[in-house]
């Protein structure tokens, strides 16, 4: 549970009460006479990779925050293994991200015509809350190309992933890369 306000005086209430993140990303800015007013954080918006800050990793990692207030981490590794976090987040203070994990999916992933395919192996309902300070800030990358930054206050290592993380210009997609991938054995909900 969250257990701060922007203002530190209490918890924003609908986290607390409904036990849910405020819808689309929002930032609990205000209470007064009973009413919540969110701001959402556009910023975090779209994909962030840490694959331009490490290319040469074994491993990467992807953060997506869509504007529905839904979102994934995607993680792969030269081994064909992969990994979807699915998850719904919100800015609830000014600098601090709440991340409430709900499914995880498992498998391989391959090339197949120049184009990546993945095969879910396993999926799993996931119930985890990780909350984290963020800053958005200019940076480069290793070869001192200028990025957006996206930094973390410390890993998500539940999850296999680091901490810094570079904006994706124009993705293909914001859709978890799993989410149409065939099933092995009894057909699976997404």
Same mark, same amino acid.
């Given at each position: 549970?969250?257990?701060?306000?922007?203002?530190?005086?209490?918890?924003? $209430?609908?986290?607390? /009460?409904?036990?849910?993140?405020?819808?689309?990303?929002? /930032?609990?800015?205000?209470?007064?006479?009973?009413?919540?007013?969110?701001?959402?954080? +556009?910023?975090?918006? =779209?994909?962030?990779?840490?694959?331009? &800050?490490?290319?040469?990793?074994?491993?990467?990692?992807?953060?997506?925050?869509?504007? #529905? =207030?839904?979102?994934?981490?995607?993680? %792969?590794?030269?081994?064909?293994?992969?990994?979807? %976090?699915?998850?719904?987040?919100?800015?609830?203070?000014?600098?601090?991200?709440? &991340?409430?994990?709900?499914?995880?999916?498992?498998?391989?992933?391959?090339?197949? #015509? =120049?184009?990546?395919? @993945?095969?879910?192996?396993?999926?799993?309902?996931? +119930?985890?809350?990780?909350?984290?300070?963020?800053?958005?800030?200019?940076? +480069?990358?290793?070869?001192?190309?200028?990025?957006?930054?996206?930094?973390?206050?410390?890993?998500? #290592?539940? @999850?296999?992933?680091?901490?810094?993380?570079?904006?994706?210009?124009?993705?293909?997609?914001?859709?978890? $890369?799993?989410?149409?991938? $065939?099933?092995?054995?009894? %057909?699976?909900? @997404?």
């Amino acid at each position: 549970m969250i257990d701060r306000y922007p203002t530190g005086t209490a918890a924003c $209430p609908l986290w607390k /009460v409904a036990g849910v993140i405020p819808p689309y990303g929002a /930032v609990c800015t205000e209470r007064a006479a009973g009413t919540i007013s969110y701001v959402m954080d +556009e910023r975090l918006i =779209g994909l962030w990779s840490d694959r331009k &800050l490490f290319p040469s990793d074994v491993e990467s990692a992807e953060l997506a925050f869509r504007g #529905d =207030g839904s979102g994934w981490l995607y993680w %792969s590794s030269w081994s064909t293994e992969f990994t979807v %976090s699915r998850y719904t987040w919100a800015a609830f203070t000014p600098g601090g991200l709440a &991340l409430k994990f709900h499914r995880t999916v498992n498998g391989t992933w391959s090339i197949d #015509d =120049g184009n990546t395919r @993945h095969e879910v192996e396993s999926e799993e309902k996931e +119930e985890s809350v990780i909350e984290v300070g963020y800053e958005i800030a200019p940076g +480069e990358d290793p070869f001192g190309t200028p990025v957006t930054l996206l930094s973390l206050d410390r890993p998500l #290592d539940d @999850h296999l992933a680091g901490s810094r993380f570079a904006w994706v210009d124009k993705p293909d997609s914001l859709n978890d $890369p799993s989410v149409d991938a $065939p099933r092995r054995g009894p %057909s699976s909900p @997404h």
